[in-house]
Structure formats: C-alpha cells, structure tokens
C-alpha cells in the first residue's frame, strides 16, 4: 500500500514538474521573439519562417471527419530584399497504421505518405506597418502514396495507390503583422497541374500476377482559397 | 484528389505527422520481412459426413435426378465455401457474406466485399438451389456452376478475376492436394472442379426440417396463432400465389411474369416497392422488365432479415406492411398483386391480429437443424 502511494505521488509530481518544464520552456521560447520586437529591424534581407497551421488544428479534429483539410506546405521559408520577394515551401506527411486480427487474416498494414513542395517568387504589392501583400509565381511539385498490406500468412497482397504531381501559377499572399517579428497570412493561388496516378496490386508469394491495376494521367486547374493560416516569425 | 483518395481508403488512419520529410522516408523503409505460407488448415472429420439428399417428409422432396452430390465433392466445397484465398486478398470467404446461422444469408443490409467495398444488393440466403435455374436477384446465373465463381470474379465481392490466379493459390494451400484427389482422382485442381466442388456443397444446402414441415407431417401442430397466420398465407393474403410450393417462392408451381428474359419460367416479379427503381433488376437485361426481381424463399425467413433486394425492410413486420397498402402502381406490377375491381395495387387491410399471426406463421417456416448442422459449417474455426 505505502509503495502504491509513493508511486502516485512520483507520478503526480512527474506530471506537475512536465508541465512546469513545458511552461519554462514556452516563456524561453517567447522571451527573444518579445524582447525582439523592441529592437530596430537592419535593412537588407528579411527572412520568414511560416507554419501552416491547419495540420496542428487538425489533429484536434474528430478524426472521423470524411473530409480533414489538406496540409500542403507544412513549412514555408521566405526571403525578401526589398520589393522582391522569393519562398520555398515544403509539407510532409505520414501515417501508419496496423490492425491484427484475431482470425485468418493476420494483420492489415495501412500508411499514408504525403510530400508536396513549391518553389516561388514574387513582389511585394502592399507593405505598411500591418499588411503585406505579396503577388507572384509558384512553382508545385507533390508525391502522395496509400498502401495497404493485407497479411494473412498465405499471402501478402499490397494495394497501392500513387499520385505525383507537378505544375504551377500565380499566388497572392496577404499578411497581417502581429508584432514586429509575428505575423499571420493567408493565401490564393490558382495552379495549373499535371498528373499521373498508378494504382497496382502486388502478390509477394504469387509475383505472377502482379498487375497494375489502373494507370493515368491528365491535367487540371486548383484553386487555392486562402482558408489555411500560417503563423509566421521573421528574423 | 488526394481527399477524395483518402476517403475513399475508409480506413481511420491515426496521423503522425512529422516535420521532416527525411524521417518519414525512413520510415517507410522499415518493411515487414517476407512471409512464408503459414495457412489454418481446416478440421475435417475423420469420415466424411454424409452430404446425399436427405428424405424429408411426403410434403418435401428432393429431385434426385438433378441432386448430382458425392460426399468428397462436397466436403472439398465446403472448404472452398470458407476459404479466404478464393478472394484477391485473401480476406473474404463466400460464407463471410453467406452465414449459416442466418440461412446463408447476411444479417447488414449490404455486405462488404474487399476493400470494405459494399455491394449494391442484399446478400439473399443460398438454400434448397441445387435445382435452381435463375440465381441471384436479378436471376442472371442459369444453374449453380453457373453462380458459383460469379462472386469470386467480381470486382466487390471477391475480387479472384483472373482463374489461373485462382487455381495457382488453390494448388499453393498444402490442404487442397489430398480433398481434390479424393474427390475428382489426379490432377484435378481446375477451374472447372471447383466450380462443381462448390456447386455440389450449395446444393446441399437443403433446408425442410421446419416446424412447418413436421406439422405438414401430422407430427406436430400450429398454435392458435400460427394457424390463423396460415389462413391469411393462404387465404385473403394470397401470399402463395408468388412464395407457394415446396420453396415457398413457386419454383416448380406456376410462373409469375409472362416472359421470364433468359427464357426460363422461374418466378419473378416487381413488387410495387417503388415508382421508379434505381436498381432495374432484370430490367438491366431487358428493359421490360423494370424492377423485376427473383422470388425468394420463405424457408428461415424469420432470421435472414433484412428484406427485399436491396435490404430496405428490418422487420417481417414492414414487409407485411408493405403489401398490406404500400405497393406502388408500377406499371410491371405483378397481376397477382393487383386489385380485381380497380386494377390499381391491391390493399390488403389486414388488422393488426392478422399481422401478428402472419409472422407467428412465417416463424415455422424456420429449420434449426439446418442452421447448426456441423456439416455446414466453417471447418476453418
């Protein structure tokens, strides 16, 4: 009994000394980024860290919601040198997940892997002291692949499912200025893309009838809403 | 695109997601080793059960000529009846959709195929066919060797379209060497052998022990309700005029509509169930025959709910309902549904007694044995 006590006590105080070091933490996060905003902006180079931030709102999300937002462009760095300004934006994503089942079927193997990238430049149309506004061209490139291994002793058929595309067009970005070093955006874009889908099934103890089930490719137009937010720090 | 793939996955994927794209490249590296064959081998008996047509009772009986069974035969379909390796993935077994227990029929409205895929029917019960000559719903299989490998090819259900696929697995699973030597002699593990050795295993599947039957024997008797259930069955409800025979759903009695489309006379009929039918039956065949479907048997009718082709009734009860002053005024409408005097759709108006009584009679229509003899069973549990 007195060694079950002790070991909720311990746990009690490692959950209280966790969330004291995760508040420690944050305020030494925030302390240069305020004191920072107190000192004079150097003239030259502006860099730009962005995060999207839809991806962090989701995974607050019912994660049964047919319909989870895209994440594209996790994290967005920019650099600006007057009126010109260029970005480089990349967005990973990865999801595994086995179920094993209690019967013939052993277990089921399901990963998501998601990559899209984009390269761009533009001009800066609308600088004051809280908005900026930024029009220019990107450059998009992506690779999203869905496999399924079912595993049931007998055989390990995989089903796979992979989309890469590329293209690009114009974007405009819109920024409000928190503080000097925070700011918030949002952007549009309408993209010209290229892609080219392969869906194939795969018989490890069967390779013989190994087939690619479907294969195409063709062309479309997205058009981004400025419905993603991306949290900026500038440095 | 990608979200509509996602969806489309139906899997719950718990996301991780990660900051570098080299870590998730990493990951994915992490691959499974490869798999050896490590099958379940199914518990036969020591002796084969005995699969002949069993001689039920004067009010029952088996066509022997067409019962064309060897107890070898069917004791390698039912192996095949509820082995997963007939489907691409090696996940779904003609009994996953098909469960004893229920009369080889499926509890959901639609049942999954691979993939999770559902099907666009309702998955009916496969009982006393061994005869039949229009299977499924819309009665597109001719005879049962004709039905069987359906299934297994189509893309939903099992997803086995390419049957040297299909016969490579089977001669891969140690187990089926010895069952189709000793059913068909040497060599014999084809296409062709296992669409029999199935065949032969569902047309054993001879349900006739029901209560119904023992009472049609003199051994036992309706209840008070039941027997007023049977003067509305065959009475003012006129429900044996489409489900009368041994079967229950007129084989070998009268046909239902005038030119059956693959020139048979099996019994089919619409039903009035709606104005327009999003699923056309036999009318995918021939445009005639809009909302046409096959007419099932009533044996075990109380456990393979839900009803109808596409499952839309839960309860006896609102099938009775249905026909009791819901039948639409479709102009394939069977006559036999029809009202005399008006032509519209007939009304039976049954008070609430005779509803109740109605499912109390259906209720001895249900054969227990059947549903819980072992020789039906999964050997593969």
Known sequence: MGDELKIIMDLTMLQIMRKIMTIAAMCALSIPVVAQDTGEVQPGFRHTLGLNTTGLLNQFRDDNADDPLKTPYLITYSVELGKLAMRVGIGPEYSSETIVRDGFTDSEENTLLRMDGRIGAGLVVVNDHRWQAIAGLDAVTGYFRERKIEDSGFDRVTDQEEIETFGGGPFIQLAFQISKRISLSAESAVYWQHQKTTQTQLFENFPDFNNVINENSGSDLEITLPNTIFVRIHF | ?381
């Open chain 2, 1 to 381: 695109m990608q979200r509509q793939l996602r969806s489309r996955s139906g899997n719950n994927i718990p996301k991780l997601q990660v900051i570098l794209a080299v870590l998730s490249l990493g990951l994915l590296s992490c691959q499974k080793d490869t798999p050896g064959i490590s099958l379940r081998t199914p518990e036969l008996p020591a002796q084969l059960a005995n699969y002949a047509a069993p001689e039920i009772s004067p009010g029952f009986w088996v066509d022997q000529s067409r019962f064309k069974v060897t107890d070898a035969g069917a004791t390698l379909g039912r192996v095949l009846f509820y082995d997963k390796i007939l489907s691409k993935d090696n996940t779904i077994s003609c009994g996953s959709c098909h469960l004893q227990e229920k009369a080889f029929s499926d509890p959901v409205q639609f049942s999954a195929g691979i993939d999770g895929q559902m099907l666009a029917r309702h998955t009916p019960s496969i009982t006393n066919v061994y005869d039949d000559q229009a299977l499924f719903w819309d009665g597109r299989a001719k005879s049962i060797n004709d039905l069987v490998l359906k299934p297994v090819r189509n893309h939903k259900e099992m997803g086995l379209d390419d049957m040297e696929f299909l016969v490579a697995k089977i001669n891969k699973a140690p187990y089926y060497e010895p069952l189709f030597k000793q059913a068909y002699g040497d060599n014999a593990i084809n296409k062709e052998n296992i669409a029999d050795a199935l065949g032969q295993f569902l047309s054993c599947m001879i349900t006739g022990q029901s209560r119904y039957d023992d009472i049609s024997c003199g051994n036992s008797s309706f209840t008070e309700s039941e027997s007023r259930g049977s003067q509305v069955f065959f009475g003012e409800g006129r429900c044996y005029q489409c489900h009368g025979g041994l079967d229950f759903n007129q084989r070998g009695g009268f046909f239902v509509i005038d030119a059956f489309p693959f020139g048979g006379w099996e019994p089919a009929a619409n039903i009035g169930l709606d104005m327009e039918y999003t699923d056309q039956g036999m009318g995918e065949f021939d445009e005639r025959f809009e909302g046409v479907f096959k007419v099932p048997s009533l044996r075990n009718v109380a456990v393979t709910a839900p009803y109808m082709h596409d499952g839309r009734f839960s309860t006896l009860e609102e099938v009775i309902n249905h026909y009791s002053e819901n039948i639409a005024d479709h102009p394939n409408l069977a006559s036999e549904l029809r009202d005399w005097n008006t032509g519209g759709p007939g009304r039976l108006n049954l008070s609430q007694e005779d509803r109740s009584a109605l499912i109390s009679f259906l209720g001895t229509l249900t054969d227990e044995n059947f549903m819980h003899d072992d020789k039906y069973s999964d050997p593969f549990k």
